[in-house]
Each structure stands twice: as C-alpha cells, then as structure tokens.
C-alpha cells in the first residue's frame, strides 16, 4: 500500500521552516525519508523505527507516530540546497532489506 | 558514495523488442531491487532480489523479468517492451544485517532513461 504524502508542493523563501507528512493504512515498522533533486538518483536521509530508534542526517528531524502509522520531516532554517522532491518510504515488518513502499513524493522549492 | 552502475543510462527502443537493463554493485550488499519512475507516481517496485537467484515480485511487475546470477549483477529484461514502459529505472541496493532492530537504507545508482516508441 502506497503511502500518502501532504503536502504535494511547497514554497519557502530561505530561512522558512517546512514540515512534510507521510501517512500509511498499514501497521508501520519503519519509515525512510529520501530526497531527490532533478535529474538525480534519490539520496538517503532518514530512518525511523517503531520504538524509538533512528539514524539520519545532522540538519534534518524528523518524527514517527506509532499509533497514527504517520511520519513528518522537519526542514528547519530552510537552505536552497534543501530544494528537491522528499520522499518517504514505509515497511511494515522489521527484516532487513524488506521491500519499501515509497509515497509519490513531495516537490520543495527554496528561493533566495 | 554506494558502488552503484546502471547500463545503459539511457536506450530508446521500439515497441515489441526485448531490453535487458544491467544493474551492478560493488558493495557486496545482499538485497538489490529495480523500481520505476513516472511523474505522479514515485517510485514503485518492479521486482526485487534477496540473494543470488532469490527474487521476487513488486508492485508493477507485469511484464518485467528479473534474474541475478551473481551477487554483483541484478538484470532487469522486458520482454517485449510497450510504450507505458517508458520511464525511467533505478536499481537501489541494501545490506543485509542479523538484528532485528537494523537500519535498512537504500542506495540508489544513477537510473536509466527508456524511451519505447
């Protein structure tokens, strides 16, 4: 089941803060945030995993909601290299290497 | 950076022929997947391995077949290629570790453009 991701787009001048959703039906064991800039392979940011756990990047949070199956990525001080499409991947069980179920992406565009 | 190759980056092929996409790694990683892209959809999975000649099907795998011979190599053949399979295709890989608590994050190589006419 395709996770869904709100919002589909977002604009941020600089310096704004944004936060992107991901949402599933299913029981969730672990969600992945990837980014993606034009023309380019996605790129790894975060993993959240049921309990609590989590590995990522320094300047990038984010947060997993157990019982509500949701996660939200947290873009603080937005920079333009923050532009690109977010992606969130979800897997209900814990084995490593189980497939991903990637959402159809949110599009940030940061201006100067 | 992942070792990831994609051959070839980019094929405009006609309807009706076969392609085989190659996908090779030199991370010596266990799990290799092929997903495809189109604008409004993300990326969804064509089919995905979890060893040598162990694979298994994805969510948009009509049409597709997969085979992996060696740990290295993971190809991806349409067997007779139509115009709704134009996209573009990632291979992504990951490693396989023993806890269960275990941080499975994907490396994607660089994708390839097909163009079936």
């Known amino acids: 089941q395709q996770p869904v991701q709100s919002p589909q787009a977002v604009i941020l001048r600089e310096g704004e803060d944004a936060v992107i959703n991901c949402s599933s039906s299913k029981a969730l064991y672990s969600v992945h945030w990837y980014r993606q800039k034009h023309g380019e392979a996605p790129v790894f940011l975060m993993i959240?995993?049921?309990?609590?756990e989590q590995k990522g990047h320094e300047k990038i949070s984010a947060s997993f909601n157990e019982k509500k199956q949701q996660s939200s990525l947290y873009l603080t001080a937005s920079q333009l290299s923050y532009s690109g499409t977010y992606f969130c991947g979800t897997s209900p069980v814990s084995n490593s290497g189980y497939a991903l179920n990637f959402g159809k992406g949110t599009s940030l565009l940061v201006t100067p | 950076d992942a070792g990831i190759t994609q051959s070839p980056r980019h094929k405009v092929t006609e309807t009706g022929t076969p392609v085989t996409l190659r996908c090779h790694q030199t991370?010596?990683?266990?799990?290799m997947y092929w997903y495809r892209q189109d604008p409004g959809h993300g990326l969804r999975l064509i089919h995905y391995s979890y060893g040598v000649k162990d694979t298994d099907k994805g969510e948009v795998s009509d049409g597709y077949s997969v085979s992996r011979s060696k740990t290295e190599d993971f190809l991806l053949t349409l067997e007779s290629a139509t115009s709704s399979q134009t996209s573009v295709y990632f291979c992504?890989?990951?490693?396989?570790?023993?806890?269960?608590?275990?941080?499975?994050?994907?490396?994607f190589g660089p994708g390839t453009r097909l163009t079936v006419l």
């Open positions: 992504a890989i990951s490693e396989s570790r023993l806890d269960l608590n275990s941080y499975n994050e994907q490396f």
């Open positions: 991370e010596n990683h266990r799990y």
């Open positions: 959240l995993l049921k309990g609590g």
